[in-house]
């Protein structure tokens, strides 16, 4: 690789934005010449901006409890044993979302006194006949358990390949196409946002909007809808004053969320929007039933 | 102008004695900073992920690495908080690599927009240290053209790589790459005036 090479994917690199493959070949070229690790790092500085973009949301309470568990538990100084209590799956975590840190950390804690006390003493001087025959068996054992779990891996690894392609080609593409929308229009300046609240105050349903009146263009994203008959759907109005535009039908999804991305190139943006998602037949008889509303100024 | 002085969170988080005496293994230290970062990570995680349980995992991953490398680290070489974020978006982009691009979550961007709007959710000291600076780099964002952002926010928020852009948006791969120079090398000249503006 030149220096030409690896000018042309600096920035690439420092987004993260090349395959594995090549990324070891670049960072390679870096380690070796001087030029080419201070142009990686100025643009790897201008990356490390981009997180500020982040809407900044509070972080939950049991994500506090569970790291300062591990900080404050009396085993924090030796950190083989914090790896062993830190990472937890989400199938772990009890219903009140707290994860169990430090009832691990104790039990991990308690087990090497375990091993050092009278049991292990009395396994080591026990004398077995045929242990060449127990090591040959243990041997056959731990080969087919690599074995089980490699090909448990590759399978896991070929669903997850299945499972994207098939989102990417059906029901996954609009819901990501709003979220790249929602990402873009939240990273512009003179974005607003606002929450459609259902008009009797229950929680039915739940949605925001995000506008951008320079761009001329809004993301709507909705969740917990109710089934529809089939003669119905969910639809998006928007009104200024006496006026109304059609948004579109908003469609559910299995999980019972929708998504929007509303282009406003030929409505007049200069006043302030109403914005409401009702439930109305299929063939429009002018019968409205609202389900969530909102203003933007 | 070569921009080799810290970058913009770096200069808003310089000189953080919790730092040093986190690195000295002094434990209120670290509370301290985990109290001033933790919305931050989190919401990187959440935004990348769009999934609070899988953002909330992430994070305490992330906040207990850097509490086994305390030892490691030198806090005279300033990088802490970009360390944090970096790591926070690696960590967040490689699970959404492992689940096969899948963000079926659509709740969590919903409430992270609602929560934009409800500023008394997040630790007020520092939107202090970096409000300022957020503005700075949305008003770079904001300066590029729509097709070079779009590029930065797919490559950094949402893990896909050159070629994976490429398919996405329907551009030729060399027209993506394109834009990705561009728009990092506006975005470092916006960003490095703006910290020499502020030295001066």
């Given amino acids: 690789m030149t220096c030409h090479d690896f000018l042309e994917e600096v920035d690439a690199l420092a987004l993260g934005a090349v395959s594995p493959g090549q990324a ?42 569970s790291v300062l568990s591990v900080v404050d538990a009396p085993s924090a100084a030796e950190p083989d044993r914090q790896r062993q209590t830190a990472v937890h799956s989400r199938a772990d975590r009890p219903a009140s979302g707290l994860r169990p840190v430090a009832e691990a950390g104790a039990a991990s804690a308690v ?5 050092s006390g009278t049991p292990h003493r009395h396994r080591r001087t026990m004398r077995w006949p045929h242990w060449p025959a127990l090591a040959a068996a243990a041997l056959v054992l731990v080969v087919a358990g690599l074995s089980a779990w490699t090909y448990s891996l590759k399978r896991e690894v070929s669903e997850l390949r299945h499972a994207a392609t098939r989102s990417n080609a059906t029901d996954g593409a609009p819901a990501v196409a709003a979220q790249h929308a929602a990402l873009l229009l939240l990273s512009s300046s003179d974005t607003v946002t606002a929450r459609l609240m259902p008009p009797d105050g229950s929680v039915s349903a739940v949605g925001a909007v995000i506008w ?14 109710a089934p529809l008959s089939p003669r119905q759907e969910y639809h998006l109005w928007f009104r200024s004053g006496a006026k109304r535009w059609d948004g579109g039908q908003l469609v ?8 929007a991305v509303v282009s406003m190139e030929r409505w007049p943006l200069d006043a302030g929007y109403r914005i409401s998602v009702v439930v109305q037949p299929r063939v429009d008889d002018g019968s409205r039933q609202p389900v969530l509303s909102g203003e933007v100024q | 102008v070569l921009m080799m002085g810290p970058s913009v969170i770096e ?6 004695e919790a730092l040093s005496r986190a690195c000295r ?6 509370r301290l900073l985990y109290d001033r970062y933790a919305d931050l990570v989190y919401s990187v995680a959440l935004l990348v992920l ?27 070489r300033g990088q802490f908080a970009s360390w944090l974020m970096r790591v926070t978006r690696n960590r967040a982009v490689d699970e959404v690599r492992a689940r096969g691009r899948l963000r079926t979550h659509q709740r969590a961007l919903d409430e992270a927009v609602d929560d934009l709007i409800d500023e008394h959710a997040v630790d007020p000291a520092l939107m202090a240290v970096l409000e300022g600076e957020r503005e700075q780099v949305r008003l770079a964002m904001a300066a590029l053209p729509d097709e070079q952002r779009e590029v930065l926010v797919l490559a950094y928020f949402s893990g896909l790589t050159q070629e994976e852009i490429a398919i996405k948006t329907g551009a030729p791969l060399g ?25 001066a």
């Fill in chain 1, 24 to 65: 070891v070949a670049l960072q390679r070229h870096r380690l070796s010449c001087e030029r080419c690790d201070l142009a990686f790092n100025r643009s790897l500085r201008a990356v490390d901006a981009l997180p500020l973009i982040a809407p900044l949301i509070a972080a939950p309470a049991s994500l506090r409890a």
């Fill in chain 2, 25 to 30: 293994g002094d434990a209120a230290a670290f």
């Fill in chain 1, 252 to 259: 559910r999804d299995a999980a019972g969320a929708a998504e």
């Fill in chain 2, 11 to 16: 200069a808003a988080t310089d000189g953080d």
């Fill in chain 1, 212 to 225: 951008n009146a320079k761009q001329k263009q809004c993301v709507v994203l909705a969740g917990q809808f």
């Fill in chain 1, 111 to 115: 087990l090497p006194a375990d091993r």
């Fill in chain 2, 50 to 76: 769009a999934d609070e349980s899988a953002a909330e995992d992430v994070a305490q991953e992330v906040f207990l690495r850097f509490w086994r490398k305390l030892a490691s680290f030198d806090p005279q």
């Fill in chain 2, 175 to 199: 027209t993506v790459k394109t834009r990705i120079r561009l728009a990092v090398s506006k975005l470092r000249s916006h960003l490095s005036t703006e910290i020499e503006r502020k030295r």
